[in-house]
């Protein structure tokens, strides 16, 4: 008996323990909360432990509710006559997405209902996909006279009354989501020529359509034809613009001038998808890219940036920069598709380290499947010409930049014509597509700090060397060129004839010239000097290898 009566206080004492940690948890919970506030200043009564916990139970998520997202809510209840008082009494619509819950009000607006409460927006799925016309007039929701599919078709003014035709569905088996599918897709037959089958698959794809307002989507539309000028193909090719918010759409054309330099409509017109970002966030990705001295170029070139989240552009771009392989192709001008495609980007960076290949290039760190299995199944070691001759044109103009050059190539024919240019020079090297970027990159690190641009770019061949082959000459002619005093036991195996050279009078040219003729001369000029003299190829990892040194090529490969 004394143990059953022990037993008894324990389990007394144990909840009441639980209760008042339970309180202590309720009390530091409704601390936290703007909306027990707002609750308590709405209905002037504080709010009772027992009411707390139905809270805390029922909407979890009200303690992640701001102030600012309140007053908003408000803001939108109030368009429909609600008023505080009645929000107070169903707290869920506080939980949700104000812009849906703008839509779902509305929508029970266009479809007459008698009175539209908190409770009719929170229940919106229920009530316009399970319920029909029928019991919902019987509920008393909609007037028993109304002809919901007549109401509808009324709230499109552009469409002439003799193309409108009504289904007449029996509103005992149709819901409220039904009808408006059928107006909705008849309307976007007339209006854009859109088929069923477009139809369907923009309902699959698009998820808002079904639950946006018909007014919203047809200024979505007006906006898409007379405003940003899209033309009725590229419209439906891209459902989504019918889809979109025209609120958001028209916060984007006030508040962003421009994005790559384009006028902000031109922009879009570039890539539809910037739709679905806010301007807030297209500003901000805007000020990223400038912050990381991306050029409008560029950003033209993969608009696709503007579609992502500017969290997640950050994120990447402080990841990429580490990486010697960004540092390298910085420069190029389809940078920012390293990061869209970063993930993929990584992952073949990985395979091309496996198989030992270090002529890596952009073209195929981003390029469909099919191209990079190619590349990576192929025989033989080449890298991307035209990446190659991009690296050296931009780094080059850098370097003149930052020198103060008078020589700078600043329009987009003459930067093109300078790309050319240096491809033709490349290609009269037989072995020029299999010297890794690394080399080329560690060797204009190197001589940019000592010949302008345009000697380079003139004999950008030299460039293909391996620098530990070519440094001992260049600091050989430098040093006699300047009268210095070159030490007498390094042996590089002049030519002869060099005794009668005016070393002081020699240019950079002959001096990139020289350099190129003493390299070749031990291998017949056959140009296999730009080949390691070891034969494999050196295994470093390209994610964490951060040094310039150069990449060794197997010759039997090539």
Known sequence: MQIKYTTIILARYRSNLLSIIFDKGLKKWYHNMPFINFYEKVTGEPISNDTLRILRTRHPNLEKVSQTHIDYVLQVLKKFGLTAIDACKDPHVFCMNAISMENYAEILKECSFVKIIPKYIIKYHSIVRSKTIASLKEEGLLKPNLDLERKLLQCFNDWPEKEKHLSNFPDSST??????????????????????????????????LRHRPMCDIIEAIDIAQNDIKFNTDTIRRNGFIISSDPVNTKLIIENV???????????????????????????????????????EDAQRRCFRVYCMNPQSVQERLDQLKELKEYQILSTNPRVLSLVVHKRKMLSRLEKIQSTTKQCYSLNQLVSSRNVFNNYINGFGNKVCGRDMAILITNSIQTAQKDKGSNTLHSNENEKSNLTKLVLNNLKKHKYWLHSSLYIINENIQYLKKIFYGDVILNNCQILLYPLIESKKYFEYFLKKRSRGIVTKDIDLGLDGNYNSINYENLTDEQILSLVIYEIEKKYYFSGDGIWSKQETARETSPHNDNTTGTYEINKSNN
């Open 175 to 208: 819901s409220i989501l039904t009808l408006r599918t059928s107006v909705l897709e008849k309307y976007l037959r007339w209006r854009l020529l859109v088929s069923e089958d477009e139809f369907k698959s923009y309902c699959s794809k698009y998820l808002p």
């Open 257 to 295: 001038d421009t994005l790559a330099g384009y006028d902000i409509r031109e922009a879009i017109r570039n890539n539809p998808g910037i739709l679905k970002n806010n301007y807030k966030a297209l500003l901000e990705i805007k000020n990223i890219l400038q912050k990381y001295d991306i050029s």
